[in-house]
């Protein structure tokens, strides 16, 4: 038997994302939106700011070497994306110069990295000089070879505090699990039953095939022999709760440890996952739940996290609600002077309302939620959502019903108009289903801007190629500004897509008659 931590089941979750690349998320087999929506990337964007303030507070002007960013396991990179756009703006209104910022996003994967290079919302950052990319192994790896400019960054390469983004990684990295029992420390082994049969199978199929099985057995809490640290959270575990169950997120403590050798200065992990705050929520005897979504991931011990942060002589910002599922937290080493702006900023932002509760608020059961008595309702709730991108699009064909259906005040036509322009500034393509541009240009249409209605159908044709009925859209577009030529070519190019549809063949001869007259 091994331990959790040593288990296959941590390489075959690397190997799943190496060969899969950014198709889990295309295809939407992997979650990604509480953890990449513009609430959070703005989070994230405040506390870099705010720990920028601290910084110059203490220690004046800075030089010209880049304050850096890394992202550990990026991924597809929506976040990073909104992340960059706001820091962009920010970077505008503070007066910084762009010199001062280097985002490095980074993942195990080779094939995510890739995709990255030649992203639209992406490739311009690159093209500027802010980003960079790099693979980085987050458990095993201590420098970056970064790939577009050729920097190599090494061991105390960085005089700055550094950032480091950990979004919806920790849950992925290798854990060890523990239960104590009657005050006493056990360790729980995991051992996947059918370990012989899956490994014949396709990877995709591994996790959702795989039958666990935990073993307990009482061990010492000198169980970590080279990190005194962890011991001691043992210890206080076992002395402190008579019976309770929990994981020891090891991975990710390798990965700060890794993190922190780039600098002797501050470094401060942003991290965003689910998970458990407070000792006091652990179950008492469960068993570790390995949740499954095209791979698998458990819950993070933020508690664990915290006191291993604390024991470090380092900072922990939490939310105020512990009770939440997914947790925002900043984890904050090695700062030589206070931080008065970075614990204003977390404690203001997260006191009460988080992530979840947006996207508790927005759906049930995944689904957006309906039964809206106005627009202006739906828009109140976009307003809140700050009109991310993913949310508005999951909103959208209510709010275009609701158009069709009802009259609409000047106010509330100002308040869509603003946010669709903020919809658009963070349109980053991703899942195929989400064709941003045709919901906006279609919601225009609706409020009677035809013209710009127009703008956005022809950028859904440029990012999610030629469709019967985005053509069919254009043509009402044109044919509501008499322009008859144009909205003949345009059904002309939808029933080139399918010739035998009845209703654009009705609005091609509607289109004909019109143009004789
Ligand atoms: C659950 S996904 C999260 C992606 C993205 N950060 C998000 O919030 O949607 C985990 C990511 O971590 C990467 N990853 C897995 N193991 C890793 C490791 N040991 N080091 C670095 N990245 C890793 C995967 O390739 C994947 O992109």
């Avoid at 280097?102 to 992203?119: A, N, V």
């Avoid at 729980?188 to 490994?199: C, G, M, P, S, Y």
């Avoid at 702006?341 to 927005?362: A, H, K, M, R, V």
Wanted: with cysteine; aromatic share 14%.
């Amino acid at each position: 038997m091994t331990s959790l931590s040593n288990s296959i089941l941590w390489q075959r979750m690397h190997e799943y994302y190496s060969q899969l690349g950014t198709e889990v998320w295309i295809d939407e087999v992997v979650p990604q939106q509480i953890t990449n929506n513009t609430y959070l990337a703005n989070n994230y964007a405040k506390q870099i700011v705010a720990q920028i303030q601290d910084y110059i507070l203490a220690h004046g002007k800075p030089d010209d070497l880049p304050f850096y960013i890394f992202e550990i396991g990026a991924g597809h990179g929506r976040l990073s994306f909104y992340l960059l756009e706001n820091l962009r703006q920010a970077f505008e209104v503070f007066e910084w110069p762009k010199k001062w910022l280097k985002f490095i996003m980074t993942d195990i994967s080779l094939k995510s990295l890739e995709s990255w290079q030649t992203h639209h919302a992406l490739k311009p950052f690159i093209d500027e000089g802010w980003l960079d990319i790099a693979v980085f192994n987050a458990d095993r790896d201590t420098e970056l070879k970064l790939a577009i400019s050729g920097q190599h960054l090494k061991v105390n390469s960085i005089n700055k505090p550094l950032f480091v983004i950990c979004n919806y990684i920790f849950d992925t990295l290798a854990q060890d699990a523990f239960q104590v029992i009657n005050h006493r420390l056990h360790e729980v082994e995991l051992v996947i039953k059918n370990a012989d049969k899956i490994e014949k199978g396709d990877l995709k199929d591994y996790f959702k095939d795989a039958q666990y099985e935990f073993v307990k057995h009482p061990v010492d809490t000198n169980y970590y022999s080279e990190n005194p640290v962890l011991n001691k959270i043992l210890q206080d575990y076992e002395t402190e709760s008579e019976n309770a169950a929990f994981l020891m997120p090891i991975g990710a403590i390798m990965c700060i440890e890794n993190l922190k050798k780039f600098t002797n200065g501050p470094v401060m992990f942003l991290v965003s996952d689910k998970g458990v705050t407070d000792k006091d929520l652990f179950e008492e005897n469960d068993d570790p739940d390995i949740s499954f979504h095209g791979s698998v991931s458990m819950m993070v011990n933020f508690d664990a996290l915290r006191r291993y942060t604390e024991l470090c002589g380092g900072n922990c910002l939490l939310m105020g609600d512990k009770g939440a599922d997914f947790q925002v937290a900043n984890f904050i080493f090695q700062t030589d002077y206070k931080i008065p702006n970075t614990t204003y900023t977390f404690t203001n932002s997260l006191s009460c309302f988080s992530p979840q509760d947006l996207f508790d608020i927005c759906y049930i059961d995944d689904e957006p939620i309906t039964k809206f008595t106005s627009l202006e309702s739906i828009v109140n709730i976009l307003n809140l959502a700050e009109w991310d991108p993913s949310i508005f699009y999951d909103y959208h064909e209510q709010v275009i019903e609701k158009l069709e259906n009802d009259a609409i005040t000047v106010g509330v036509q100002h308040s869509i108009l603003n946010g669709l322009e903020r919809a658009w500034r963070y349109f980053f393509k991703l899942e195929k289903s989400q064709d941003l541009p045709f919901a906006i240009g279609s919601t225009l249409y609706n409020m009677g801007f035809n013209e710009k209605a127009i703008e956005f159908y022809n950028y859904s044709l440029e990012f999610f190629g030629k469709d019967k009925d985005t053509y069919f859209n254009l043509t009402l577009a044109y044919q509501a500004l008499g322009n008859y030529v144009k909205a003949q070519e345009m059904i002309n190019e939808s029933l080139k897509i399918a010739s035998k549809n009845k209703a654009l063949a009705e609005l091609q001869k509607e289109i004909e008659s019109l143009q004789v007259i």
